[in-house]
């Protein structure tokens, strides 16, 4: 039996590791974080009967207990960054899924580590703008880190057996989002709900919109640095519309090998949960009889230059990778607000990158202290 606690259990991912979860009676639940849907929290309770589970606010955490007080056996509620340090380190876990989104993950995934627990990651920004603390900390406590992002994940799976053999290059594939194919003009007239809705993938809001920008593509760039140790320059970002190659490492003798399957998300969740065994997982297989062509682009960097940013982030290094994390979550926000146009998300990432002065190997204080300083900088330059 594996003992499994989820950070953000009500989004995306961590409604779908629920469902792997409850698929397989060899994995059991012990506990859960979630930031207000306490209404899809409290179903999961009933179902999952979690030992401890964490809201963001007392309030919430308060309303919470009230609505399971019937439950047995009863579980203990928490909020604030202390709940979910508790949830991260609870003793009962073996692995932590980090499904939240924003660096709200990194103190938490640090606490997992130093508890001993492996990370199932799929809070990306964690090591976008910790990446130099998480991952020795990992090798020193001997903590697996399992990604769960689709494409980290096939990028694992190309490697596992290939220890010793240098990575040539690592073919980070996109499915280049809604957007693929207009120039800047045509994202002048974007709307909300265009941005929203993803060809492939059903993700939550914000990962979308990133999506659609290929922020997300740059995040996950700085993210496989780290992962994989490797430089931005054996990093090349892949168009391949279908989402049916996951991504792909090229070798240094030229073998290329590349991990394929249909867009499901369960499939690198229920992969890491079960590293290193492969066990059944229902659903639609590829049909190769059917499939009639896998096609490749290159991306455009001018028109998506938020990819290009963060290839200039990463090889800034220091504190740049956190600025632009920072100031896209901040931008999608808005966006999702109705509050700025789709392009003002690139200018305000680009702002920020222009007046902010590195700092080289910056701690946690630092990095949530460059956060706060991001977002200072966008009110002072979009609300004066």
């Known amino acids: 039996m594996k003992n499994v606690a989820i950070l ?3 989004g995306s991912i961590g409604t779908q590791t629920l469902d792997v979860i409850r698929h397989n009676n060899d994995l059991n639940l012990v506990a859960i974080s979630a930031g207000s849907n306490i209404t899809m929290l409290e179903e999961q309770i009933r179902e999952f009967h979690p030992r401890l589970v964490a809201v963001w606010s007392e309030s919430n955490a308060e309303q919470l207990r009230g609505r399971i007080a019937d439950v047995t056996p009863a579980c203990k509620i928490v909020s604030g960054m202390d709940g979910l340090l508790e949830v991260a380190a609870i003793a009962e876990s073996d692995i932590l899924i980090t499904a939240v989104v924003g660096m709200i993950g990194i103190k938490p995934t640090i606490a997992a580590i130093n508890a001993g627990k492996d990370i199932g990651l799929a809070n990306k920004e964690t090591l976008v703008t910790a990446g130099h603390i998480i991952m020795p900390l990992a090798k020193e406590k001997n903590v697996s880190i399992l990604p769960v992002d689709s494409e980290h994940s096939a990028i694992f799976q190309c490697l596992n057996g290939e220890r010793g053999n240098k990575i040539h290059k690592i073919l980070l594939t996109a499915s280049g989002g ?17 941005a929203l809705k993803h060809p492939n993938w059903s993700m939550g809001k914000k990962i979308t919109i990133d999506s659609s920008t290929m922020v997300n593509k740059g995040l996950e760039v700085i993210e496989a640095k780290w992962l994989f140790d490797v430089e931005p320059e054996q990093i090349e970002v892949v ?17 290329v090998m590349a991990q394929l399957g249909t867009p499901d998300m369960r499939l690198p969740i229920q992969y890491a949960l079960y590293y290193p065994n492969r066990i059944f997982l229902d659903g639609r297989r590829l049909d190769f009889s059917t ?30 990778p956190t600025v632009l994390n920072a100031a896209n979550e901040y931008a999608v926000a808005k966006f999702l607000n109705k509050k700025i146009h789709f392009l003002e998300i690139y200018k305000m990432i680009h702002f920020c990158m222009e007046q902010h002065s590195v700092i080289d190997n910056p701690t946690v204080e630092q990095i949530l202290e460059t956060e706060k300083w991001v977002y200072e900088t966008i009110e002072s330059r979009w609300n004066s």
């Open 8 to 10: 953000g259990s009500t």
């Open 178 to 194: 809604p957007f693929r194919g207009m120039n800047r003009k045509d994202l002048e007239l974007v709307t909300l709900d265009m």
């Open 239 to 255: 168009i391949q519309p279908q989402s049916i190659i996951h991504s792909m490492v090229e070798f240094e003798d030229g073998a």
């Open 291 to 320: 499939l009639s062509e896998i096609t490749f682009q290159k991306p455009d960097l001018d028109v998506f230059s938020g990819l290009q940013y963060a290839y200039d982030a990463i090889k800034i290094g220091g504190s740049m």
